[in-house]
């Protein structure tokens, strides 16, 4: 047996990471609850950014390197938390450019906790992303093994 910090544990560790990162959102973006008030939108975001430092404390302690992780869960609680239409779509844009490989299908299911977006307003949002396809390295996909159907 290695120590801790052998590639073998350390490889081993990351995928561990990626899939609880991954396994989070995919608890998101599968909710069928939507949030109308500010104050319950607030909440969630709260417990989502306490979630994530904890997971990536985690992670982290263990011997996780997969630090491209770990913005992921704090951008989603902030567009939760953001009530601004501007303000969320700049922070969708830094999603979408740290995880080029989300699609509007990952933030149209994501942005249904947003119960108190108008139409108009999720389709304002949802032009910021396009579905284009994009090279990414291989070790920094997020969201193209998320399947929503």
Same mark, same amino acid.
């Given at each position: 047996?290695?120590?801790?910090?052998?590639?073998?544990?350390?490889?081993?560790?990351?995928?561990?990471? +990626?899939?609880? +990162?991954?396994?989070?959102?995919?608890?998101?973006?599968?909710?069928?609850?939507?949030?109308?008030?500010?104050?319950?939108?607030?909440?969630?975001?709260?417990?989502?950014?306490?979630?994530?430092?904890?997971?990536?404390?985690?992670?982290?302690?263990?011997?996780?390197?997969?630090?491209?992780?770990?913005?992921?869960?704090?951008?989603?609680?902030?567009?939760?938390?953001?009530?601004?239409?501007?303000?969320?779509?700049?922070? +969708?844009?830094?999603?979408?450019?740290?995880?080029?490989?989300?699609?509007?299908?990952?933030?149209?299911?994501?942005?249904?906790?947003?119960?108190?977006?108008?139409?108009?307003?999720?389709? !304002?949002?949802?032009?910021?992303?396009?579905? !284009?396809? +994009?090279?990414?390295?291989? !070790?920094?996909?997020?969201?193209? !093994?998320?399947?929503?159907?």
């Amino acid at each position: 047996m290695g120590d801790a910090s052998s590639p073998s544990q350390q490889a081993t560790i990351e995928k561990i990471h +990626v899939r609880l +990162v991954r396994d989070y959102i995919v608890r998101l973006l599968k909710r069928k609850v939507g949030l109308k008030s500010a104050a319950q939108q607030q909440n969630l975001a709260q417990s989502i950014s306490k979630n994530a430092a904890e997971l990536e404390a985690f992670c982290t302690k263990n011997g996780s390197q997969a630090t491209w992780l770990n913005s992921a869960l704090p951008k989603l609680a902030e567009i939760i938390r953001l009530q601004d239409i501007g303000a969320i779509k700049i922070e +969708v844009a830094t999603l979408a450019t740290a995880y080029p490989d989300i699609r509007r299908r990952h933030l149209e299911a994501f942005l249904y906790i947003k119960a108190n977006l108008s139409r108009g307003e999720l389709k !304002s949002i949802l032009s910021y992303l396009e579905d !284009s396809t +994009v090279s990414t390295p291989p !070790s920094n996909l997020l969201f193209s !093994s998320i399947n929503l159907s």
